[in-house]
DNA sequence: CTTGCCGGGAT
DNA sequence: ATCCCGGCAAG
């Protein structure tokens, strides 16, 4: 919710420090420096999380796995439910490089709130049908996108089309710089903002995801980047944390799974369920599938940690083959 | 350094 | 199919 809220202003802003960044910070340069602020979020969660837990039980054989396995998940939520409601928001920014979309999220968000109040809750609603008076319409120049737009009197013919075409494509990077930037105008303008801009602005990493959503904006395209390093694990992690319980499983299944159903489906839903789904479907599928060969890693112990190399033969087949442990499935 | 596991080989 | 290991990547 919060990030809708943050994703419509930085449409709003997109279009006015467009012309700004357009010379500026068309470099991907942009997104970098904001990425590394998070580190230190995602760290902290982590060790909360995984680390106090797990370390004490680690001393103990068996028993040690077993209990870090299920207080992690009641003890989680109180601790790290807060680090992890965040990262749903910007699941794609955590794997990238350490969820680096929560730290300038957290402190942007209460900024957003007193401009908008609580109507941000709302955010589905208000993105659609916030505009002023528009005049004149343009369509998205995206291949697929049907979309129209309408434009204030600020907007020319000639300058409202190139701006359209031109914020999509340099969305890519200026989008995250204006995630954390502040608001440079705050009139917005757009009526369906997160429609169009977003998509143009993931079109060019990723085509097959933006057709199916055009309508959340800012998340996909920090996704799709990030996703190649680690995203199928962090991705995952993040949006997972949903339901914390299975953190695990979604790990593998959602990938699969998701990547089937959200293509179609997108049309009726609600938006928050939508748009994890969505980011889910953008950063792991593609990027896990094709260029991440490598799952990234088990979290858990796997039977060679837990029963040692003295037991070998209590390892369950596939670790004592040296293949994917299938007991311990993380 | 250790650990998990892919890719590939042997049977 | 079953079993194993070389070697890589992640930590």
Redesign the pocket.
Known sequence: MLQIRSEEEVDMDKVTAAMVLTSLSTSPLVRSPPFKVNEGLSGSWKDNGFVGPFTPSSNSSSGGYWSWSAPSDQSNPSTPSPPLSADSFKPFRVPSLGGVGNGPAGPEDPSLDDQDGSSLLFDEPIPRKRKNSMKVMFKCLWKNCGKVRNCDSDCSDGEEDFYYSEIKLNTDSVADGLSSLPPQSSDAKEPHPGGTTPLSRSAPSALYLIQTDHAYQATAPVSIPSSN??SS?SACTSFTPTNSSNFSISWQSPPVTFTGSTVSPSKSQGFGEQRSQTIAVLSSPPRATTAL??????E???????YG?ENRDMWC?????????QRFT?
């Open positions: 390093s680690n694990g060969s490598r799952k990234v890693r088990g858990g112990k796997k039977c060679r940690k837990v190399m087949t596939a670790c004592r083959w040296k293949k994917a442990c993380d």
